[in-house]
């Protein structure tokens, strides 16, 4: 079992940047690779990035490619997702996911653990 809650969201504009936080609870954080999802007023919820039980791999939605970093400090519980260039498209909801399997995946269904979601705004 592992608990996940988001922090660093807000108000940005366009072209800036800002930096979220999931802290998970547990010691056995390094057991899961953990994701971002995003999910944008009336639109599906979208895979953003992954990261591995390591950190060595990572994966990231084609929309945000070269402009988001996920990273991991399995010595803090914690996983981060900076997020550079930011566009007004960007704006949503975004959440922290856990899943104990090693395979890296874009599926929502197959992380079993979600925090509450951080809103990220960013203005024109």
């Known amino acids: 079992q592992v608990q996940l809650v988001e922090s660093g969201g807000g108000l940005v504009q366009a072209g800036g940047s800002l930096r979220l936080s999931c802290a998970a609870s547990?010691?056995?954080?390094?057991?899961?690779?953990m994701a971002w999802f995003r999910q944008a007023p009336g639109k599906e919820r979208e895979f953003v990035a992954h990261?591995?039980?390591?950190?060595?791999?990572?994966y990231y939605a084609d929309s945000v490619k070269g402009r988001f970093t996920i990273s991991r400090d399995n010595a803090k519980n914690t996983v981060y997702l900076q997020m550079n260039s930011l566009k007004t498209e960007d704006t949503a909801v975004y959440y922290c996911?856990?899943?104990?399997?090693?395979?890296?995946?874009?599926?929502?269904?197959?992380?079993?653990?979600w925090g509450q979601g951080t809103q990220v705004t960013v203005s024109s």
């Open positions: 996911a856990a899943t104990g399997r090693s395979i890296m995946t874009m599926r929502s269904d197959f992380y079993g653990y």
């Open positions: 547990g010691r056995t954080f390094s057991t899961y690779a």
């Open positions: 990261i591995s039980r390591s950190g060595s791999n990572t």
